[in-house]
């Protein structure tokens, strides 16, 4: 499981001295995770990428593989059982 602290930490990367020119940042945790909050942050979020843009997804949680191999990330509300609400 990846606790609170944990994850302070891995946020905490976004204030030290980097390569990059610019970055940016955003978590979503516990119950902010519904597959509608994440959809939306990708599309919001990824607005401004410009092609030769890096781009670092963490995620760290739970998901499933289905009958056909898919993995399927279980937002909230996803179960093993039914994990198509899910990423």
């Known amino acids: 499981a990846c606790h609170a602290a944990e994850i302070e930490r891995v946020c905490c990367l ?3 001295p980097s390569a990059f020119d610019d970055v ?6 516990d119950g902010e995770v519904t597959n509608e909050a994440v ?3 990708r599309k919001d979020f990824l607005h401004d ?3 030769d843009d890096t781009i670092v997804v963490f995620v760290a949680g739970h998901g499933v593989r289905d009958a056909d191999g898919e993995y399927w990330l279980l937002t909230r509300g996803a179960t093993p059982a039914d994990p198509y609400t899910g990423i």
């Not at 940016?24 to 945790?29: A, D, G, S, T």
């Open 49 to 51: 990428a410009r092609p």
């Open 14 to 16: 976004e204030a030290q």
């Open 39 to 41: 959809q939306r942050l």
């Open 24 to 29: 940016k940042f955003k978590k979503l945790v």
